[in-house]
């Protein structure tokens, strides 16, 4: 099996007067694991059934390897799709489920009992395969639904928030076990989801959307560690986002900027004296004793807030403005309201958005 390429050009969807999708454009590799990231109504679903054939692009193409398929009806498409609830037969077995998805291909009897054995063993659910969906758990259903979609051998596999259903311990269990099922498939996958955790864990890339519009394109890394937008920087983890006036350049692509009366240097190359916003990863601020002597902003704990693994430590700087400092709990110190603390800022921690990002 080898994965399809997608392309989507331009692609706009108008319900009446009201645009759910507004011109995306992505290119989505062979065998891919592509994901669609962002909060609700922001036109996730619309563009992935578009991609189906389940909706009509009020303008726009879709390409999948290198042909136009916008006038080709949704079964006759290399594509197929797994939604969010698992829509199983109730009265069908779990193995008459997956083989239904063969009903519209020419396959002999033998054939199809040996793929839809391949598909159901791929899930682990090799022996629930006389069970009926309501004798299995949320998660089982769910492999059933994958099991099903994949028995076609599509080159595409789109999926719409598959694991929305489940609880926080199966979802990440399933992520690792789907990741895994799609490298040895080589399906390309897009995958609609808004949780970001599941989206930087599990993609090749992703597309981060508001609006109806794509933000921004890239690997975890990109997105998470150079965001081009405040949106982006904000909806990825949380983020400390601070108007800075830059004094000047640093080198190496390094700025200096003024935040809390103190003069940082950060990653980001921007002319001195335009204001920009600076985003500041909780995580990678340390409250600890350092050897480094650079870097440093005093201010004073403002509030303690414990989450279990991690801890978050309010910090009003000298000029107002608050810093979240993110430490494991286990190194986060007895931090209390009102007391005095340093808080050490690594270049690393800090990264300028170009100038005009918009918040
Ligand atoms: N059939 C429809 N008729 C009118 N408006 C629609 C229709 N389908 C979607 N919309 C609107 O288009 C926008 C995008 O919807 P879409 O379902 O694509 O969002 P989404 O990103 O998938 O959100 P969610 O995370 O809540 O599923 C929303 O504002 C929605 O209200
Ligand atoms: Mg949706």
Do not use: W
Not at 79 to 85: I, S
Not at 179 to 194: C, N, P
């Amino acid at each position: 099996m080898r994965g399809g390429r997608v392309q989507v050009v331009d692609l706009h969807k108008s319900y009446g007067d009201v645009p759910a999708v507004r011109g995306v454009s992505v290119d989505i590799a062979e065998g891919e694991f592509f994901s669609l990231l962002g909060p609700s109504g922001c036109g996730k679903t619309t563009t992935l059934r578009m991609i189906a054939g389940f909706e009509t692009p009020t303008s726009g193409e879709i390409l999948i390897d290198g042909a136009d398929v916008s006038r080709i009806p949704a079964n006759d498409r290399p594509v197929n799709t797994v939604f969010q609830n698992y829509a199983l037969f109730p009265f069908l077995s779990v193995e008459d489920n997956v083989a239904f998805g063969l009903r519209y291909q020419k396959v002999g009897k033998a054939d199809a009992k040996r793929k839809v054995g391949e598909a159901l063993e791929m899930v682990r659910m090799g022996q629930f395969a006389k069970r009926k969906p309501g004798q299995l758990s949320g998660g089982q259903q769910q492999r059933v639904a994958l099991a099903r979609a994949i028995v076609l051998s599509p080159r595409v596999l789109l999926l719409d928030e598959p694991l929305g259903a489940l609880d926080a311990k199966l979802r990440k269990t399933l992520q690792i076990e789907l990741k895994a099922l799609q490298e040895s498939l080589g399906i390309t996958f897009i995958y609609v989801t808004h949780d970001q955790e599941e989206a930087l864990t599990m993609s090749d890339r992703l597309a981060v959307m508001a609006g109806g519009l794509i933000e921004q394109v890239g690997t975890p890394a990109e997105v998470y560690d150079s965001p081009t937008t405040a949106y982006v920087a904000d909806f990825l983890g949380s983020a400390n986002i601070l108007d800075v006036d830059v004094v000047g350049p640093a080198g190496h692509g390094r700025s200096t900027v003024r935040i809390g009366g103190q003069t940082l240097t950060c990653r980001g190359d921007v002319a001195a004296g335009t204001p920009v916003k600076l985003v500041i990863r909780p995580e990678r601020l340390l409250l600890e004793t350092t050897e480094e002597e650079e870097g440093t902003i005093d201010g004073v704990v403002a509030r303690v807030v414990y989450q279990g693994p991690t801890t978050d430590i309010l910090v009003t700087l000298s000029t107002g403005e608050e810093l979240v400092v993110r430490r494991p709990s286990e190194r986060a110190g007895q931090h209390s309201a009102g007391e005095k603390v340093t808080v050490h800022c690594r270049p690393e921690a800090l990264q300028l958005l170009p100038p005009g990002a918009l918040g």
